[in-house]
């Protein structure tokens, strides 16, 4: 995760400060010598150089903005980085972002706006929809990857290596919910995989709606991988 890219600005100007940070592995730093954005790559960190003229010009020291599919899923990556800043002992790091949302299919809508825009941080979350190995990755994913051409500092996006965002909740909190809520006999099924040597599987699990005859009719693989679940 770039970390720094959830922080407020002024924290990026203290870069040889954290340079120590083996965990921080993108910086911005404010330079008087050109009106040009450029990165400045090494073997361990990237380095945004950001022009005093554009740093005055725009709104890039405004909050920066953390893109999900749905507005709730940025609560659950604040979650991620407050625990990454205090495991990676980071210093004195508070989280300063917008939330925004592209209503599921139309990230890379919002995505396109920040990306024309130039004047905001913006980091893109976005689950890769993949339901079983060696599938492609969804149509979301898909059209964010097409905004995101790489030409624009300010704006990244992270493909999240998972069917969606429930996939990365650690399967021991789930245990941990009142089992009248659950479908047991799914949990049993999760369990059963997760301590297997199957583990990595459960990325491409839809968590909510599980494996439906109805999605794996016409597709073989995907039938093959369901049929391969069977015995959990």
Known sequence: MKIDELVPLAYSLHLYKVQNYDCIKYYVKVVPENNILCVSEFDEFN?????????????????????????????????????????????????NFEPDHGGGGDINVVFEKYVKDRNRFCLAFCDNDIKYPNAEVGQTLKKLKEVDKGDNYL??????????????????YIQEFNQRD?????????????????????????????????????????????????PF
Do not use: M, W
Request: glycine content about 2%; aromatic content about 12%; overall charge negative.
């Open 47 to 95: 380095i945004l150089n950001l022009p005093i003229n554009y740093l005055q010009q725009s709104d890039i020291t405004n909050k920066s903005i953390i893109l999900c599919e749905n507005i709730s899923d940025a609560d659950f990556f604040k979650y991620i980085a407050v625990y990454y800043i205090e495991k990676k002992a980071i210093g004195n790091v508070s989280l």
């Open 155 to 172: 704006c990244d996006h992270i493909e999240i290596d998972a069917h969606e965002i429930e996939n990365l909740v650690p399967f021991n």
């Open 182 to 230: 659950i479908d047991v006999a799914g949990l049993h099924f999760v369990n059963n995989i997760f301590n297997s040597e199957r583990r990595e599987d459960l990325k491409y699990i839809d968590l909510k709606k599980g494996i439906c005859t109805s999605r794996i009719y016409n597709n073989v693989d995907y039938k093959n991988f369901a049929i391969s679940l069977q």
